[in-house]
């Protein structure tokens, strides 16, 4: 059976676009770093590359994965390398979210890229600056990896690469708009809180398409993805709880109670 | 030569960074997953409450295992 219900396609978009946009955010974070230390016009060129380079990666792998390879094998791959991802975000999102690990800083990230850029040597005789164009290339390339293998996995496993590479283009414009409104406040982003969700639906998609490439045959069909996305919410909220009782030393601090304050005597 | 040889080695540090990196317990499990689907596929409904259970697992032991390491880094680490 091919998934086509509007809630799978839903699905596959918001995972699409909400984990490209985590991604996008560390990128554009670069970007801006680059821009603002060594000029925009190296930095956006060396972005723009990096974003072809990307386009051509999903055509190239993409295409033929859906062309030439047995949609079982291929769900097989894809679920099983989609719930290794899954899982992984899931983890670390948990881990951030209870105080184990600490949580992405991208002041420190704007601030280290300004740094490591102001001792890089000036712009060539052509007005062109290779260090900014490598860090934004390099930036944006390696954030943009995994949004590609999102995009070529979930795309090519329902045969939707099409719906699933437009999710990562929009989640693309709107990260580069905010961050064009916002400039440095990207920091504000709750970053976490997206890569729980990613993490909830790409865990599920993984799982129903390890279990349908194999012959499992899941009650409700496709709509079984809906199922899967409320139970991995729940134990990841709960999971979160849990852990939390146990809080880790990344915990923010308890605010410290002032004489006379919250006491009722 | 030299040029291919150092491509792939970059292409083999970034999956395995990407699938194995400091989770393997995590590539263990999917494979896992996979195992059991292929065994339990006649038994459909055994597997639609098996498969997400084990995920489940996976998913606390590895989250168990990363506070763990993160508790024991906190107390025991330089401050």
Sequence with gaps: MTPSSPSTTLILVLAVFGASAVEMVEALTIVVAAGVSRGWRSALEGAAAAIAVLAVIVLVVGVPLIRYVPINAL????????????????????????????????????????????????????????????????????????????????????????????????????????GAVVAKQLSNVPENSIKLGVGVMLTSFGLFWVGEGTGVRWPGGDVFIVALVALFAVVTYAGVRVMKSHPGPYAAPIAPVLPGEGVVS | MRH????????????????????????????????????????????????????????????????????????????
């Excluded at chain 2, 395995?16 to 499990?29: H, I, M, N, S, Y």
């Excluded at chain 2, 999917?30 to 597997?47: F, K, Q, T």
């Design chain 1, 75 to 178: 769900r097989v791959v894809v679920g099983a390398l989609l719930l290794v991802l899954g899982l992984s975000w899931l983890r670390k999102a948990i881990l951030r979210a209870s105080g184990h690990k600490a949580l992405h800083d991208e002041d420190a990230i704007f601030a280290e890229t300004s740094a490591e850029l102001g001792s890089a040597g000036g712009a060539g005789p052509s007005g062109r600056d290779a260090a900014a164009f490598a860090v934004a290339f390099k930036g944006v390339f390696l954030e943009g990896t995994e949004v590609v293998l999102i995009v070529i996995s979930l795309g090519a496993s329902q045969h939707r690469l099409g719906i699933a590479a437009l999710a990562a283009g929009a989640a693309l414009v709107v990260v580069t708009v905010v």
């Design chain 2, 4 to 79: 291919i040889a150092s491509w792939l080695r970059v292409l083999w540090n970034f999956w395995w960074d990407f699938l194995v990196g400091d989770t393997p317990e995590l590539f263990v499990a999917a494979m896992l997953i996979v195992v059991v689907a292929i065994i339990v596929r006649p038994h459909s409904s055994v597997a639609v409450i098996l498969l997400p259970l084990l995920a489940i697992l996976a998913l606390a032991a590895s989250t168990y295992r990363g506070a763990k390491a993160s508790r024991s880094r906190g107390s025991g680490g330089p401050k």
